[in-house]
């Protein structure tokens, strides 16, 4: 095909990745924040300590994120089926791209608020700060840094997630790389796409950076 | 003065038989961190707590705003049991106690203005009145110009007037000092022990000061408490507890504070150069000082060399011994020696066997 031709198809192509990584960088980084919050929460001896909850988030956490991705879409089939109505199309590629955002962002954000100091929360409890005000105001605003590094970490592996949506015909770059270049034998079709995804991941992380120096900057 | 301040006013916070006892989990054995104790702290004054790592003096200062929860007994705050409050209703007393820490533990993402703003956004204060408060507390410790600045860039000495302003934000009648100068040089602890008298002077805060130095007790408190393995073993006048402790880990304390007392080592030495009568006489309130010794030597017609000891304070009091070389007919320095022990304590060493 001709690139008079394949432009269309790849503009569509773009617009279904950005559909795709948007979505799930908005409903799996929400999620993630929220379980991983929840995992660092209830571990015994902090706030809201819970042996019991904690094992059981931190049980979800340890079997979903090692399943590979491709497996997952699989196994997590029914579950897309009830809650989408379909395990095939953009929609439902989406909707396992969340599940597994979430669950990958969950324990990144606990590694990031692990590392506060526990005295800082000590002097807020202290305070008469009740469990969410030291949410609000200090796990989050002190983990900002890493949490916005982390979520730019995210953005690369979400956008590596998307690349096999060709499997559920789900469309985006990756299978546009597939089915236009490799299938084709144009090797260049290929390397355009890869340039163009290595673009994306370098100005993402640049902004990351960015945005993680201001909010170090103290 | 301390006494006047102490003894008149009433308990403040009462620790009624109170425990902690952290549960053994998997091979740890049980830790009895608190072990029942029974103290007052009286409203208005400055107490000490004093004990070595681990003598669970930090853990007790925690029962006071309910950081933790007693496992036996209850301590009783401003007339308020904690033991029967859930943890919603302890906010508005822990609200009502301020704390300082020895890491100071400041938000590193807020400014100094924000930090001490803390407890008043936490306590509802609306923005205006938080500006003027942040604003009077910042001049109080001598903070005004770091206002906009971030903890970073602060030292250790003013990151812990800013940990106090923050702490006296609310107007807490009560400030909780967890090994405070701990981690500051001699100099800057000492900005800092000022700071905490003139807290409890000028704003009349009761302040529990937690250390394992001997030094702030010495310096700043009017009582104190003397803890080991989770119990308080001595507790009274800082002054008391100084010039007559009762236990060991007392004594060991005293000693850390004022190396006034010859070791046999130095007294060996002392005797190689010295031929006199060698006695060593405490200075304390009731002997005044060492005019009382000096006159007295003087009205038995006995010469008196310096040739060891020290003289400090213990809660503004003069507290230590001097070792004096007494030189005269011996009949005299007896004499001498009968006297001084009317109104204060010698230790006779004799003199060298020549």
Redesign the interface.
């Known amino acids: 095909m001709s690139w008079d031709q394949l432009t269309p198809l790849l503009w569509q192509a773009a617009g279904e990745t950005a559909f795709m990584v948007l979505i799930t960088l908005l409903v799996g980084g929400f999620l993630g924040l929220a379980l991983g919050l929840g995992l660092y929460l209830t571990r015994p001896g902090n706030l809201l300590g819970n042996r019991f909850v904690f094992a059981v988030l931190n049980l979800a956490v340890n079997v979903v994120r090692p399943v590979p991705f491709i497996i997952f879409l699989v196994a997590l089939g029914p579950l897309t089926r009830a809650v989408i109505g379909s395990t095939i199309g953009i929609e439902a590629f989406t909707f396992a791209m969340c599940f597994m955002a979430t669950f990958v962002f969950a324990r990144l954000v606990e590694q990031n608020l692990v590392s506060i100091d526990p005295g800082v929360v000590e002097a807020a409890r202290a305070m008469g700060a009740s469990p969410f005000r030291i949410v609000r105001t200090v796990l989050v605003p002190e983990a900002l840094a890493p949490l916005i590094l982390g979520y730019t970490f995210l953005f690369v592996g979400v956008l590596d997630m998307s690349a096999i949506g060709g499997y559920l015909g789900a469309g985006g770059l990756g299978d546009f790389a597939i089915v236009q270049g490799y299938r084709q034998y144009d090797w260049v079709v290929t390397a355009v796409v890869v340039v163009i995804i290595v673009l994306i991941v370098q100005a993402v992380q640049w902004l990351g950076n960015i945005l993680a120096r201001r909010a170090l900057r103290r | 003065m301390p006494a006047a301040t102490g003894a008149a006013a009433g308990s403040i916070v009462r620790f009624e038989g109170a425990s902690k006892v952290f549960p053994g989990r998997g091979r740890r054995t049980e830790v009895r961190a608190v072990d029942e104790v029974t103290l007052d702290i009286r409203e208005g004054e400055i107490f000490g707590v004093i004990g070595q790592s681990g003598a669970g003096k930090s853990t007790l200062v925690r029962l006071i ?1 309910a ?1 933790e929860r007693t496992t036996g007994g209850d301590v009783v705050v401003d007339g308020v049991a904690l033991g029967a409050l859930n943890e ?1 209703r302890l ?5 009502g ?1 301020g ?1 300082v ?1 020895q ?1 100071f ?6 400014t100094v203005a924000g930090n001490v703003a ?2 008043l ?3 509802g204060w609306s923005r205006s009145r938080r500006e003027a408060r942040v604003a009077e507390l910042l001049d109080f410790v001598g903070l005004a110009e770091k206002a906009g600045v ?3 860039a602060l030292s250790g000495g003013q990151k812990q007037r800013v940990g106090i302003a ?1 702490a006296l934000a ?1 107007n807490p009648r009560i400030l909780l000092a967890d090994e405070a100068t701990s981690a500051l040089d001699p100099e800057t602890t000492r900005d800092v022990l000022n700071l905490l008298q003139r807290v409890n002077r000028e704003l009349g805060v009761t302040v529990v000061v937690i250390t394992h130095e001997m030094d702030v007790v010495r310096s700043i408190c009017h009582r104190v408490a003397v803890m080991d393995r989770g119990r308080v073993v001595e507790v009274g006048e800082a002054y008391q507890v100084f010039s007559a402790p009762t236990h060991d880990i007392t004594r060991r304390f005293v000693a850390t504070a004022l190396r006034d007392r010859p070791s046999p080592e130095v007294l060996e030495r002392l005797r190689a150069r010295h031929t006199g009568h060698i006695v060593t006489v405490g200075v304390d309130e009731v002997a005044g000082s060492s005019a009382v010794l000096t006159r007295t030597l003087r009205e038995h017609g006995v010469d008196g060399t310096v040739v060891f000891g020290g003289i400090t304070e213990v809660a503004e009091r003069p507290y230590g011994s001097l070792t004096v070389e007494l030189v005269g007919d011996p009949a005299a320095v007896e004499a001498a020696v009968v006297a001084l022990r009317a109104v204060t304590w010698v230790d006779d060493h004799g003199r060298a066997a020549s």
């Not at chain 2, 906010?91 to 609200?95: F, H």
């Not at chain 2, 533990?105 to 807020?110: C, D, G, P, Q, V």
């Open positions: 705003n950081l919603a906010r508005p007393v822990r609200a106690i704390m820490f890491q533990n400041l938000l590193a993402s807020r803390y407890p956004e936490v306590a971030h903890p970073a923050r609310t």
